[in-house]
């Protein structure tokens, strides 16, 4: 058994006298962290040992060393402390000895024995491919993955003068067993510290630190209502606070708020966002969430695996969300691959499974989804890939106008339901649906009651829902990277954004991403002939009296009540709580509220607006099939017309292409202007097919639509009670009765 032994300069150190003099030789000005947070760090540790995972080159054995000196703790190098102790012979030699594959049974049984606590340990690159282990050092110890660019390991091993390492068969490359490693590391890190390329050790031993620190204080990063009131007592404050799972699960605040997170978003530095490089989306997707999301709700390898399963072959393109040039200095960011080719599948194949995985297994849930088009099919698609098991507690129904959405969205919708999964037209538009559901979550009674008589809660998938806000910022952050390796910008040029907007979760996505540090200059507002958030951009006026919401060829954007404003005015007013919640009640009791003027010149920092009218939207469509060959959506359309307006052109703008063109077949026939409309959706999108269009029609949605003949949906009226009777009514299918 390997005891670890302690330093004897460092034990000196410790039972020194804390002078101001020891102060200063400990902590030098290049590791700035204050005494305070050393002992905090300190003595979150413990007994627990920091583990430092990566390939070799990485730079384990100096920054463990550097790490262990500023704790005061023991440094153990797995290489030298306990395999050559162990075997008493050099590792190379051991290795040529027993030959590859033996090794790594030798040195997996040499750590077996590591018994140590409050220590800095130092794994091989090749620790991470023995399981039992890795299990045994993880069982008291955070392990922390240095990742550091493969071409620089492969710089620094050539320095070393290193030609093969263990596992390396002679057909294969340095680079390709390096990336065949990868999936080791992502199996076991706790924490990874992204290490930007020419980092100094003493950095990323500073970055280890805040890594771990992070990874000890779940607190921090819980999230709190938009509509939070301002507390001196911090017992009670910290009640209000929720855990990233909590919020998955509740969906919309108590108070009738919306989460934010409680200290923000987290910052990436330029050369982190730079080493996201030559990354896939899948895993740009994982660095940025695993930032964003405590361990302590989802451990990294099981976010990895939720990403995989979202970001795979349920997308018909293999860059997921590709950014194309469209003309001039605009570029449109396709959105619309996934399997209900809409935008909304970004968010919605990765958030079911993290809402899965964060409910408790004594529960059922029923999921209330209010869409105006895109929202309904994309989660019925989602939750429909659950595994049988979640899907027998997990149920979602989705209300939306009845005559309020396209014909192709509608069936899209029918054609998704399934075994969990159910739709309901209502007799009104989006605004009514959506008001409709928050009243019922904020009913405590009713709740109450499906909770006691079913075993019941209700939870939320629209974008209220933290989970499915979150995976947007993806996205707007991958299309910046993917200009850069495109060669149009280099990595700190500014770029616009340009979005349809009708609820605010997409341009509210682009302006985090902004505030993570992606150079988004302006993101610019588009909205249709419903444009009271052009009107509110411009004058801080959000006004809805007298206004009836119009119908138009671009219905996902037809709504006058967007909630996630909510959330972007809380950032504008300095998360002043008691003022959104004023706001927000002048607008649900007068129908207008008026932003102060410092608060608006802080929102048109960030935000432009217009509008676009019908026929605009019409001739942009044909306008731009005639001069290349590509078909926009109507809601693509409508930003281009506004980009075309509002952006300055001394820099790109990327468009946001929210939808395929295939889901509004009859506007797009009106649009080109090619023949008679044909009376049937499916008919509608073969005609569509048969001009062999660029891109080509969604094979994914003319399956849906076809499913769609052998189903029917339910519609009701425009009423509180009809609706939380459907509830109801369709929990008692569902879910076994309590009594």
Known sequence: MFHAVWNQHLTRMSRTTTSNVCLK??????????????????????????????PPGAGKTTVGKIVGQKLGCCFIDVDDDVLEKAWNMPVAEKLKDVGKEQFLEEEGKALLSLSASGSVVSLTGS??????SMQHVKKNGIVVYLDVPTQS???????????????QGSGTSLKDILQFRKQFYKKWYDVRVLCEDGITATAMAEKVLRAVERYQNSETEGLLSTRS??????????????????????????????FVPLMGLPQFTAGEWQRLLGATYAERAQLILERCIHPADIPASDLWAMVEAAYGQNFTCSKIAPV?????????LELFHGP????????????????????PKSCNYLILVATSGDTGSAVLDGFNRLTEADKQRIAVVTFFPENGVSQIQKSQMIGCQGKNATVVGVQSDFDFCQSAIKKIFSNSDYTGFLTVEYGTALSAANSINWARLLPQVVYHASAYLDLVEQNVITFGSPVDVCIPTGNFGNILAAVYAKTMGIPIRKCICASNQNNV??????TGLYDLRGRKLMQSSSPAIDILKSSNLERHLYLIVNGNGPLVTELFSNLENQHYFQLQKEFLEKLQQDLVADWCSEKDCLDAIHSVYNSTGYILDPHTAVAKVVADRVQDKTCPVIISSTAHYSK????????LRMGEIKQTPLSQLHLLNSYKPLPPVHRGLLETVEKNKKQSHQVCAADMNVLMEHVEALIQKQFMKVF
Not at 127 to 132: G, I, Q
Not at 159 to 167: D, H, N, P
Not at 664 to 671: D, G, R, V
Request: with cysteine.
């Open 324 to 332: 194309r040039h469209l003309t001039s200095n605009q570029f449109l």
């Open 25 to 54: 030789l400990i902590f030098s000005r290049t590791f700035a962290l204050s005494w305070k947070s050393w002992m905090s760090i300190h003595s979150l540790i413990g007994d627990k040992n920091i583990v430092l995972m990566g």
């Open 664 to 671: 509004f077949a009859p506007a797009i026939l009106q649009a």
């Open 533 to 538: 958030l052009t009107d509110f951009i411009r």
């Open 229 to 258: 009131q301002k507390c001196d007592d911090k017992s009670e404050q910290k009640h209000s606070i929720k855990f990233f799972s909590d919020a998955v699960v509740e969906g919309l605040a108590p108070d009738g708020g919306l």
């Open 127 to 132: 620790n991470p491919m023995h399981d039992a």
């Open 153 to 167: 390991i492969m710089d620094r091993l050539k320095l070393m003068k290193v030609e093969r390492i263990v596992g």
């Open 340 to 359: 209900t080719a809409s935008f909304k599948d970004l968010a919605l194949q990765l958030m079911p499974r993290m809402f899965a995985y964060c409910i």
